[in-house]
Structures are given as structure tokens and as C-alpha cells.
């Protein structure tokens, strides 16, 4: 029966299909193994597993604050709050450190900071839901609050992390960064959250539509909240790595200094097909977004290009992922 | 006689502006089908949305099995077994139509779990219930309305309420779809569930209805068996004038025609309109809500897209791509949404007043302000606009303040057709009166007037010709002098005159 001619028209459906449904995942992935088989082909420094592993190394601390950032989009808002939030946590934390080192304490450190950016998430989900400001707003005031406290602390860079606490951003596995297979897991658990539970399916739900998700009984306001604080403890994770990394805290690290990581995660975001005013999305396509910008980054470094034309390159590459998610058909105008 | 299942009494709900309900007492009993009937407004979707826990009561209170009980949220309805299928839509497109169904109550497997199996034969249950062809794993926007429309009334069916409000279920439902939703009426009612059922089709009420409560202005006129009562009297009681409403005298000149539409199609929604508007008449477009009169209007101004039919503006055919071609002809466009579509609400009268005859106004690329002020000045005062300058943001203006300064805006780009959707929705009496002079004025120095009208004793008080949709269909057409509302209700709700 299935002649050839009729194949092809349904091969063209199943693409059309593809297409129509899932045009962010395709873009991305498309754009991503691109830019790899350039590198692949062009630059021999690229090929090294040190370098592909150095790439996904990369990726880590844009990446932990960048699956918050997806809940956040996801639920209908956006959290420009985790820029200082990681600074917040960084700076307590290589303060308290520089004191107190043993394994007790360190990890009562950690959980000590988790509960601050959960108060830090739910402060933000308030303001959103209770005193009607819009997300935008709402984050960036919260974000400059702690960013004063921040710099009541500390003025400049210092701190100390305790022994060990380095394995977090240099530790191995084998031949795998610990942090590569640690951001893994966490995108893993978001999938599964997203996917699997209830409290996750209602995050997009609220986001496609307030009204409708309350109109079917969800209690929309504690599923805000719960996306913040999402957010707000994925950005504590940024945070916890960077001091890893870096070996000590800066007042300045999630943000007005070098890496912006409120607008880098939000662009991350975007990149990954994730709806801007919420409903659609999810973290894999996050993923394949910060992989996109440390990808772009360490190919520029090899190819040594011209920061500016860096920029432009970028920039250029934003603006056209998203224009292709935003030919999508809108659903009936009303 | 059956005991009421709820039990709603002296309901009082105001909104800014209006009272939508008052006073109002109304019960529903376990296996019956109670129809709800009554014009745009009437306050019947109001009172439904308060016994789903939309909105909290002023006054009043509800009794469930002869127990007081609040409903404060939509959530709480839903445990208290109250269900309701919403007038507009209320799915999300890009969920699958099992979790559109399931939402907000997905099953919980394992670890507190979305189960999906369960999910997906759940909800393939009660589309089978239906009888429709839907697969559940498909993403919702891939429906057309009308499965969407059925996916809706899955959902409220598959909360096993004990009381299931539908709220105009029928109105993008077709043939097929609408016999399959009169049996799943029939079977909820075998199975002692009270269904309250609002339609504008008083048809549908004679077909599956056992009682029917009549609404008018936020109170309740009357409740009858359905064997008991006919159509006329039951159209009767709809209309019943409580207010005594005065309208200007009906034009005297008709001039040439201005405007002459053809056979216009545009999507589902619009399937085919003619008329033609005269200098100095006002036409009358009645129809109900859903019926096209806005789908006609927006595209007759170019601001949809038009698949079919043309549009002639003094015998010329011209082509509207968009509501600048119909500035550009002369057309002006009063939404019926005047706070979403007619006005930028943090400007003031001026700015808004000026807004579309900007381009006209300027003086090398820049705003000239003082003539802006001067015209719309002079046109404010010509309208009487009460405002307590020009300058004041039109946010803190009344409605009918408010329709005026909409009216300035258009008058000032000097348009010979005046389109109104609903010029006095949400207006109070004494400013209603005066909006209907000002259209009759309007009319009287020359223009073309079409308005939109889901209130009856609008459309029949100042038409001078009226012209009733059904369904995207243009179905009559009548002189406003002769025009009862018994006439034009009979062909809006049935789409042909009955002989009663």
C-alpha cells in the first residue's frame, strides 16, 4: 500500500508536525551541533577531551542559575533578583568559612544559605502575588535590597573556603568534572519536576494563563511561590559553586562586574525556547541555550576573535533563535 | 416534590458602576435541568460564577443540601462538587487534552506522582463518554473550536459533580456535538445530578430544559415549568421594558448610500453579511453575542482579515487591509471595549482625543500642541465631555465620560461611516440618552451610523433600519419604525421569523 509517493507527503507531515510543535528545540540543537562541527572541523584545539569537558566546565554556574531562571520564566515571570542572590550567598558564605572549616560546619553553612535564598524566593513570590507588583519590578527592588546588604558586608573580594570545598568546582569523577555531572542531575531532577509532578505541571499551567489555571482550582499564588524559590535556590547553587571556584567571595560576583547572571540566565533562558510571559518551555532547552553561549565562548577564545565582533556575533544570534520561536502561529486572536 | 440540592437567596453582587445582580433567590435541584435565560447583562453568568467561587456575594447566602456554606474559590467549589463549563474557553493550548482535562486534579501515582496512564484512560473515558474523536495525548491548539468547546465539557464531566453548571455550552457547537451534549445532559440527569443550563437559543431551553428562570437586570423575573410556558411568553418576559427610555425622534433625510457591504466572510465566526448604510441612517445590527456583529464590524473597519465578499464606500469597491485603510476611507471604529481598545487609559482627554489625526497634525514631524488643544477643545465642548480639564488621564473619567471622549477622537479624523459596538454597555441611564442624541445628531448633519447592540430597546428605539445576525449569517432585515423586540429576538435566537 505505502508507496513511495505517498511517504513522502507523510514524512513532510511528520515534519511539519515537528516543526510546529517543538520549533525552539530543533533551532537550538540545530544551532548548537553547527557551532560543533565548526569547532570540530576548524579548530583543532576544540577536538581535545580536556577542551569538551572544559565547555561543559563552563557551563556549570550559568547553568545552576539558569534552571531557576526557566521556573521563574515558566511561571509567567522573570527573576532579575538572582544576580545579586549569588553575590548575597558567595560573600556569606567565604566569610563564614574564612572561620569556621569543619565538615559540620561547613554543611551547616550550606543549609544556613539554602534557607536564606528560600526566604529571598518567597520574599519575591510575595511581592509578585500579594502587593500586585509586576515580576520585572518586583525582583529587580528585591535584587538591589540585597545587594545593599551585601555591600554593607563585604566592600571588596575576600573570604576563604574551607579545605575540601574546592572538589565542588574541580573535583573529578573518573574522567568527568564532578560539577558537569552534578549540573546534570540537577537538570534531571527539573525535568522530572516539571514533567512528573503536579506542583511542576501547574508552574506552566499558571504561566499560560493565571485565570485559567485558578478558574480549574489551582492555587496559582503558592505555585508562584514555589518557582521563586526555585530560582532563588538555584541561584544559592550558583553562588555555593563560584566560591568553589574562585576560592573566595566578591560583593560583585552574580553580577555588575564581569558575568551578569540575572540578564545571562534570562537570555539563556530564551535561548532555550522558554516563553517570555510563561506557559511553554522547560529546562532542556535551557540546558542546550547555556551550552550555546560556553560553547560560542570557548570558540571564540580558540579562534581568538575580536571581543567586539564577539558581541556583534551574539547578539546577532539571540535576536535570531528567538525571532524563529516568535514566527510561531499565534493561537486565534480574540 | 424533589428537595433543592442549592439553594441561593438574595444574592446581591455589585460591580463598579453597575449592580449586576439583586437581590436574587434561585435553586436547583438534583436531577433536574434548570435553564437559565435572559439578554446580554442580564446578570445570569454573574450568579453562576458566584456559585463556582469566582466572586464573593455583597450580600447574600448559599445553601448546599439546606447546609449555609462559602464558596471562596473556584478550589472549593470543586470539593463541594460544583462544576462549571465556562462561557469562554478555559484550556490551555499547549497542554494535552488530557492534562487540559485533568488540570488542577492530575492523579497521583507513587511518591505523590502525575500517574500518567491514569491520566490519559481518564480522560479517554470521559471523552468516550461523549462520543467524540479526540486522542488525549494531543496538544490542545491542535483542536478546532468546537472539540475544544467539547474537551470543556469533558472537563466539568469528569469532576463527577453533583451540580453542573454550563454556561451558553452550545455556543460553538454544531449538529453532531450538540445532540451528543443533550444526551450527556439526559444521562447526568439520570443519575440525580442537577444541571443548570444557560442559553441564549431558547430552542435548546424547550428541548432539554425542565424549568426555566427568566433574568433581567441583575433580578429574577420569574421561574415556570417548561411544559407550562411558550416561546412568545417566555420572549415576552425577557424583553418585559422595566425602565421607561426615551429616544430621539428617528431621521428624516436619508441621503445617498455611503456604505455597502457584500456577502463579507471572514474565519468561522463570519459567513456571509450584506447591508448597505445611507447618509443620515442609523442601522441597527442586531444578533447575540457570537453571532459575527463584531467579526463584521472590525472587518468592514480593516482591522480583520476578509476572506470573501467586498466593501464598497460610496460605490467604490476599496480594499481594508488594516484600520489604517479604513481611517484612510473615512471609517471610524468605536470598540466596544472602550478601556482595552478605544482609549490609552494613562493619557489624558487631549492625547487621546488627538491620537488617530496625529499624522495631520504635525509640523515638521513634531505634534503642533496648540492646535491639538484648539480641536479638541472645540469638540469636547461640542460633546459635552465632563471633565475637569483636558489634560485630566481618562482613567478617572466615568463610562459615559469616557464613550465621549472616544467619540472626540473619531469625530476630529473627520469620518463619514461611524461604526459603535456597543455604545452604551456599562453606561449609566441619564448618560445613555444623551450618547443616543449625540448619534442622532451625528446622523442628522450627514453621516453614516452602524451600531452594534446587544440591548433590544436600543437597537428598536433608534434604528432606522435593522439588520439581525444568526450565527455569521445576516438573517433579516427590517425598518426600525415597524421593528418590535419581539421580532428581532425571535429572528436572533432562531435565525427565521416563527409566525407566533
Known amino acids: ?334 | 416534590m424533589t428537595q433543592s440540592l442549592v439553594e441561593m437567596r438574595g444574592i446581591t453582587m455589585r460591580f463598579p458602576g453597575v449592580t449586576a445582580l439583586d437581590g436574587v433567590d434561585f435553586e436547583s435541584r438534583a436531577g433536574e435541568v434548570h435553564a437559565v435565560v435572559g439578554e446580554n447583562g442580564a446578570g445570569k453568568s454573574t450568579l453562576m460564577k458566584i456559585l463556582a467561587g469566582v466572586y464573593q456575594p455583597d450580600r447574600g447566602e448559599i445553601l448546599l443540601r439546606g447546609q449555609p456554606v462559602r464558596i471562596s474559590s473556584p478550589h472549593e467549589a470543586q470539593l463541594l462538587g460544583i462544576s462549571i463549563i465556562y462561557q469562554e474557553l478555559n484550556l490551555l493550548p499547549d497542554l494535552t487534552v488530557a492534562e487540559n482535562v485533568f488540570l488542577g486534579r492530575e492523579p497521583r501515582g507513587k511518591f505523590g506522582l502525575i500517574d500518567s496512564r491514569a491520566l490519559e484512560l481518564g480522560a479517554r473515558e470521559v471523552l468516550h463518554r461523549l462520543e467524540v474523536d479526540i486522542d488525549p495525548r494531543v496538544r490542545l491548539g491542535r483542536l478546532s473550536v468546537s472539540q475544544q468547546q467539547m474537551v470543556e465539557i469533558a472537563k466539568a464531566l469528569s469532576l463527577n459533580a453533583r451540580i453542573v453548571i454550563m454556561d451558553e455550552p452550545s455556543a460553538a457547537l454544531g449538529g453532531r456535538d450538540l445532540d451528543k451534549l443533550f444526551e450527556v445532559i439526559a444521562a447526568l440527569k439520570k443519575n440525580n445530578v442537577a444541571v443548570i443550563y444557560i442559553s441564549h437559543r431558547l430552542a435548546e431551553v424547550f428541548q432539554v430544559a425542565d424549568r426555566v428562570t427568566v433574568f433581567k437586570d441583575g433580578k429574577v423575573i420569574g421561574t415556570h415549568v417548561v411544559s407550562e410556558i411558550d416561546r412568545p411568553s417566555l420572549v415576552r418576559m425577557m424583553i418585559g421594558r422595566t425602565l421607561s427610555e426615551t429616544f430621539p425622534p428617528r431621521g428624516k433625510q436619508i441621503g445617498q448610500e455611503v456604505l455597502r457591504v457584500e456577502g463579507l466572510c471572514c474565519g468561522e465566526k463570519l459567513t456571509g453579511a450584506s447591508l448597505s448604510v445611507h447618509q443620515g441612517e442609523i442601522v441597527g445590527i442586531a444578533g447575540l453575542v457570537g453571532s459575527g456583529r463584531t467579526e463584521l464590524a472590525q472587518a468592514i473597519f480593516g482591522a480583520r482579515h476578509i476572506d470573501a465578499g467586498e466593501v464598497r464606500i460610496k460605490g467604490k469597491k476599496v480594499s481594508l487591509g488594516s484600520p489604517r485603510d479604513g481611517l484612510r476611507h473615512k471609517l471610524g471604529f468605536l470598540t466596544e471595549d472602550r478601556n482595552l481598545e478605544g482609549l490609552v487609559m494613562g493619557l489624558s482627554v487631549r492625547e487621546n482625543a488627538a491620537l488617530p489625526s496625529l499624522d495631520r497634525r504635525q509640523r515638521f514631524g513634531f505634534v503642533d500642541s496648540r492646535a491639538e488643544g484648539r480641536v479638541v477643545a472645540e469638540m469636547a465642548e461640542g460633546l459635552r465631555v465632563r471633565t475637569p480639564s483636558l489634560s485630566q488621564e481618562v482613567e478617572n473619567l466615568s463610562g459615559g465620560t469616557r464613550q465621549k471622549v472616544v467619540l472626540a477622537k473619531w469625530l476630529i479624523s473627520g469620518p463619514e461611516v461611524l461604526i459603535f459596538d456597543e455604545p452604551t454597555r456599562g453606561i449609566d441611564v441619564g448618560s445613555k440618552a444623551e450618547i443616543w442624541q449625540l448619534m442622532r445628531d451625528l446622523a442628522n448633519q450627514g453621516k453614516a451610523i452602524l451600531m452594534i447592540s446587544s440591548e433590544l430597546p436600543e437597537i428598536v428605539g433608534i434604528s432606522d433600519q435593522i439588520v439581525v445576525m444568526h450565527r455569521g449569517c445576516v438573517v433579516g432585515e427590517m425598518p426600525g419604525e415597524t421593528a418590535t423586540e419581539e421580532k428581532v429576538m425571535m429572528l436572533a435566537t432562531y435565525g427565521e421569523s416563527h409566525g407566533e
Not at chain 1, 574522567?175 to 512528573?196: E, M, Q, S, T, W
Not at chain 1, 503536579?198 to 485559567?212: D, L, N, P, Y
Open chain 1, 1 to 334: 500500500m505505502v508507496s513511495d509517493s505517498a511517504r513522502v507527503p507523510r514524512l513532510r507531515q511528520w515534519w511539519q508536525r515537528l516543526w510546529d510543535e517543538d520549533r525552539e528545540l530543533l533551532t537550538i540543537f540545530a544551532i548548537l551541533g553547527v557551532l560543533f562541527l565548526i569547532g570540530m572541523i576548524a579548530l583543532p584545539a576544540f577536538r581535545s577531551p580536556r577542551n569538551l569537558f572544559n565547555v561543559l566546565r563552563q557551563a556549570v554556574a550559568l547553568g545552576l542559575v539558569s534552571i531557576g531562571q526557566t521556573m521563574a520564566v515558566l511561571v509567567g515571570g522573570i527573576d532579575l533578583s538572582v544576580g545579586s542572590t549569588i553575590s548575597l550567598i558567595g560573600v556569606y558564605t567565604t566569610g563564614l568559612m574564612a572561620q569556621y572549616t569543619s565538615l559540620g560546619a561547613v554543611s551547616l553553612i550550606v543549609l544556613a544559605m539554602i534557607v536564606i535564598a528560600l526566604v529571598i524566593g518567597l520574599v519575591n513570590a510575595l511581592v509578585i502575588t500579594r502587593l500586585h507588583v509586576a515580576p520585572f519590578i518586583a525582583t529587580m527592588g528585591v535584587g538591589a535590597i540585597i545587594q545593599g546588604f551585601v555591600l554593607l558586608y563585604a566592600k571588596r573580594p575576600g573570604g576563604a573556603i574551607a579545605p575540601g570545598w574546592d572538589y565542588f568546582a574541580e573535583g573529578m569523577i573518573g574522567p568527568v568534572p564532578f560539577p558537569v555531572i552534578f549540573l546534570l542531575v540537577l537538570v534531571g531532577i527539573a525535568f522530572f519536576f516539571l514533567r512528573k509532578t503536579a506542583a511542576g505541571r501547574h508552574v506552566a499551567a499558571t504561566g499560560g494563563s493565571e485565570v485559567i489555571a485558578r478558574l480549574s482550582g489551582i492555587q496559582t499564588r503558592r505555585v508562584t511561590a514555589y518557582a521563586f524559590m526555585i530560582s532563588a535556590f538555584a541561584a544559592a547553587l550558583t553562588g555555593l559553586f563560584l566560591t568553589s571556584r574562585m576560592g573566595a567571595g566578591d560583593p560583585l560576583m552574580g553580577g555588575l562586574n564581569y558575568d551578569r547572571y540575572d540578564l545571562d540566565s534570562v537570555t539563556a533562558v530564551l535561548l532555550g525556547g522558554t516563553r517570555l510571559g510563561g506557559g511553554k518551555g522547560g529546562v532542556v532547552g535551557t540546558l542546550a541555550g547555556v551550552l550555546l553561549v560556553s560553547l560560542l565562548n570557548n570558540l571564540f577564545n580558540l579562534a581568538d576573535i575580536n571581543p567586539y565582533i564577539q558581541w556583534i556575533i551574539k547578539g546577532v544570534i539571540v535576536v535570531g533563535a528567538v525571532a524563529v520561536y516568535a514566527s510561531r502561529k499565534p493561537v486565534e486572536a480574540k
